[in-house]
């Protein structure tokens, strides 16, 4: 079975983005060691690829059904958009803590491989589930990577008092794809739950959170249209909308009004 690769796969994965990692730190970058800093991740995040397609093809479905499935699509997009993040602003911390977020991902799975068997509820075996889900994924990865570059420019301003308007400046550049994705993601979603429970919004607390968190991007783009100035409000902003995120995605199952969420599934 595909899933006894696995962790071959993780340590591929691991290593590789690993040893590329040392290389951006290396003092002395040749040409060669600046192909091989981007090359090496490059072979972990194709390994993804690779084994999510072995496994799209041995279960003769997308690998969207189980809690370890959709963990390790997660660990796929943040994987490809740190990579490519990097190769447009060779930033190191933005690698480092994206390639770390998309490894502790695939370690959950290995930590818990009863997620590798446990499948979604029927309601989400639905063609919507693919696009939905991916479509959020994406997202969730983009305004992720959005979040970190405005946290490297908060710490890095004592160095260079550009930092903050540099990171606040690519933060934006992925806040807008990620918030359309975003809009998207709701949209199919809306169209989803009208039809598996006949409404295209109950307020469900999984809905509201996911409208809050809406709402303080499009207070996040409307400031940074009115305001492109105020780089320390922008950045306490985007880390702020990216811990409801969080919240909306991971935590409203922790609150007590996700007893009586539809949206709470477990795992």
Known sequence: MIWHWFI????VFAITWLLGGLLIFKKDRTKSVKLFQWLLPLIGNVAILIFIALMWIELDRPPMRT???TRLWYSFFVAWITWFVFLKTESKPMYILGYIMALVFLIVDIIHPEY???NLMPALQSPWFIPHVV??????AILGAACVSAIIGRFSIRKNPNSLSD???????????GFALLTLGMLMGAIWAKIAWGNYWSWDPKETWACLTWLFYMLLIHLQYSHPKRHKLLSNLLVLSFLVLVITWMGIRYLPSAMSS??????
């Open 8 to 11: 071959l796969m993780t340590l």
């Open 67 to 69: 809690m370890a499935e």
């Open 116 to 118: 590798q068997s446990k």
């Open 135 to 140: 479509v959020y994924m994406i997202s969730y």
């Open 167 to 177: 990171s606040i400046d690519l933060s934006m550049k992925l806040v807008y794809p």
């Open 262 to 267: 539809v949206h709470v599934y477990g795992g």
